[in-house]
């Protein structure tokens, strides 16, 4: 059995919208997507996310399919009459033909952790800032270094997640102090402060910028047998410093895995993302609360 939890969020009906989808098969493997439109509908981010996770699974898989949308579980599950959106109603009946589709209604923020998860991704892509270029490329559409000469400077700051996924025999290994490498947490922590200094070695066309801080918060998560990060970066600077805090998050998931790779080769590294960011010509931008 495959199971697949839905959602999908507007902001406006129509208005800008997202959708994601948490796939998680036999072994527990965990997979989540999602996506954006400028103009759409609840609705509509909802049939999209049920067929957008469809599409990650195997033909003739066996799946159960969780969504707070009554709109789509009764439709699917108890032939409400389809009177819009019949193009995607078209698509998701071609995607469950392929398949052995079980629909499971779940009550909206109930406590269900992944659907509350695809419903956090879903209202972060419909935030998502409507981009309309590309700052990085010139004309010719060639790799550039973006001039910020005469941006002004501001105070800055970014903050980024990521989870680190685990055995929980792994997770209490962390848990009582015995694995074999060392202190994890502290180890991780000084790693994402490292990290962050160095991003502009790292990504190539991102500016050297001081940072005034950078602070790496852990959490051990027992329901979720994780290690939760979140960094969070701060300057006063002509650029932003999302880069120097998606980069803490990365390297100090990275000195986590490396510390308990000897004893749990399935640690995964999952949803490294920005959450939100203060300061400079975009404004502040609230991703995730």
């Known amino acids: 059995m495959i199971n697949l939890y839905t959602d999908g969020a507007c902001l406006g009906n129509p208005g800008p919208g997202g959708w994601a989808a948490v796939i998680v098969d036999e072994q527990g493997n965990k997979t989540?997507?999602?996506?954006h439109e400028d103009s759409t509908t609840n609705n509509r981010m909802e049939i999209t996310a049920v067929i957008s996770g469809l599409q990650r699974t195997p033909e003739r898989a066996l799946?159960?399919?969780?969504?707070?949308?009554?709109?789509?579980?009764?439709?699917?599950?108890?032939?409400?009459?389809?009177?819009?959106?019949?193009?995607?109603?078209?698509?998701?009946?071609?995607?469950?033909?392929?398949?052995?589709?079980?629909?499971?209604?779940?009550?909206?923020?109930?406590?269900?952790?992944?659907?509350?998860?695809?419903?956090?991704?879903?209202?972060?892509?419909?935030?998502?800032?409507?981009?309309?270029?590309?700052?990085?490329?010139?004309?010719q559409g060639q790799a550039r270094m973006?001039?910020?000469?005469?941006?002004?400077?501001?105070?800055r700051v970014a903050v980024a997640k990521g989870v680190v996924r685990m055995q929980p025999e792994t997770l209490r290994l962390i848990q009582d102090g015995k694995v074999e490498k060392g202190d994890v947490l502290t180890v991780a922590r000084i790693a994402g402060i490292m990290g962050a200094k160095q991003t502009s070695q790292l990504i190539p066309l991102c500016h050297p910028i001081p940072l005034d801080n950078v602070a790496i918060d852990l959490e051990l998560d027992e329901a979720l047998s994780a290690v939760k990060i979140t960094a969070t970066a701060e300057t006063v600077a002509k650029t932003g410093v999302e880069m120097e805090a998606l980069t803490a998050v990365t390297v100090a998931a990275l000195a986590v895995y490396d510390m308990v790779k000897s004893a749990d080769r399935g640690t995964c590294i999952d949803q490294v993302r920005l959450v939100s960011k203060r300061g400079g010509q975009s404004g502040d931008i609230v991703l995730e609360e």
């Not at 989540?32 to 996506?35: D, N, Q, R, T």
């Not at 699917?76 to 009177?83: D, L, S």
């Not at 973006?146 to 105070?155: L, S």
Request: proline residues 1%; aromatic residues 8%.
């Open 32 to 35: 989540a997507i999602g996506g």
């Open 63 to 139: 799946v159960a399919v969780y969504s707070d949308s009554q709109y789509i579980i009764n439709t699917m599950a108890k032939g409400w009459k389809r009177t819009a959106n019949l193009d995607l109603w078209k698509e998701l009946d071609a995607e469950v033909k392929g398949r052995r589709v079980q629909w499971q209604w779940v009550r909206d923020h109930n406590g269900h952790r992944e659907n509350d998860e695809a419903n956090a991704m879903a209202q972060r892509y419909s935030r998502w800032p409507l981009t309309r270029s590309l700052s990085h490329l010139d004309e």
């Open 146 to 155: 973006v001039d910020v000469g005469g941006k002004e400077t501001t105070h």
